[in-house]
């Protein structure tokens, strides 16, 4: 349906902010900010500072998850009174992985005028450097932060024929990449870390190759995880199998026997044929050291 505004009702503008440079707003983002009665903010003293940046004085109200319901009534009442009102999170754009969802569902339900205004997110950041060739993927946020719910999430998409992407911070990223290869497999998969910052760092290669690089790491910066699809579950686990153990082997202190009763788990194998390639992995890396 149609959006209708009559005069005498506001308007809600989606506004996104910089993700990391300051360059990054966008001219029409500086001038609804300093134009609108109100800016709702995830985190108001995180704004003011952007704000103070570019010298802008526009009164601020919090607007943040744990209040999204309450606020957004608030908010809808003065854009009913005629007031008009910028969202923006703290980084990026509202709504994706942040706070916004519901004042906008709110605001237009009641008949109020949304204005998005495009500009920098870590999602489309990421895919623009990703080199996605048919140009499909699904994105599916930050992953549940429970290794048993996120591999159940990842199973859920063992057989998706779409670049899977992710938001990850520092000190899960192990955890993700660890459960991508138990679950599906050694794909090949790209990662973005503090873009648009000093130390951007663009990444592609195997989750293990990427693994390797987090492992026993002090890992900064957020990351968008990108994950190219595999050819078919059995496939994956076929190829894959004695790599994840010799990951396993290599990164962990867990013994043959609880190394394949994991893997066997995670990937609903047999137990004892994981164990009888456990042994000729564990007998050539061995050999190897
Ligand atoms: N709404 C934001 C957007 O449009 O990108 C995302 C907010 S979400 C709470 C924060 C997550 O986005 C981080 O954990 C990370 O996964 C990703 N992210 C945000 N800024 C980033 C950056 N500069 N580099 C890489 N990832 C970033």
């Not at 300051?22 to 300093?34: F, G, N, V």
């Not at 992710?166 to 679950?183: Q, T």
């Not at 990444?203 to 910066?221: D, E, F, P, V, Y």
């Amino acid at each position: 349906m149609n959006q209708t505004n009559s005069n005498s009702v506001g308007m809600l503008y989606v506004v996104a902010t910089p993700i990391g440079n300051l360059e990054d707003i966008t001219l029409r983002a500086l001038r609804i900010l300093k134009e609108v009665d109100l800016i709702a903010a995830e985190d108001t003293r995180h704004t003011k500072q952007l704000l103070n940046h570019f010298d802008i004085h526009t009164p601020l109200i919090s607007y943040y998850r744990e209040k999204e319901a309450e606020r957004s009534e608030e908010l809808v009442q003065k854009l009913l009174a005629g007031e008009t009102i910028a969202l923006v999170s703290d980084a990026g754009t509202p709504g994706i992985s942040d706070p916004g969802a519901v004042l906008v569902k709110k605001a237009r339900e009641a008949g109020v005028t949304i204005v998005p205004l495009p500009g920098p997110s870590a999602l489309t950041a990421a895919l623009s450097a990703a080199g996605i060739v048919d140009g499909t993927f699904l994105f599916l946020g930050f992953p549940p932060a429970k290794k048993g719910q996120r591999q159940k999430l990842l199973s859920a998409f063992v057989e998706a024929p779409w670049a899977l992407v992710f938001y990850e911070s520092p000190h899960r990223i192990d955890a993700l990449l660890a459960d991508v290869l138990a679950v599906l497999g050694d794909r090949q998969a790209f990662w973005a870390r503090e873009l648009s910052k000093l130390y951007e760092d663009l990444q592609a290669g195997s989750i293990s190759q990427l693994l390797a690089l987090t492992t026993g790491k002090k890992n900064r910066g957020e990351f968008v995880l990108i994950i190219q699809p595999g050819s078919s579950r059995q496939q994956a686990i076929g190829e894959n199998v004695e790599e994840i153990l010799r990951w396993y082997k290599e990164n962990t202190e867990l013994s043959l026997k609880d190394v394949s009763r994991q893997i066997a788990k995670d990937l609903g194998l047999s137990r004892s044929d994981i164990y009888q390639k456990a042994l000729e992995v564990w007998a050539v890396t061995n050999e190897e050291s």
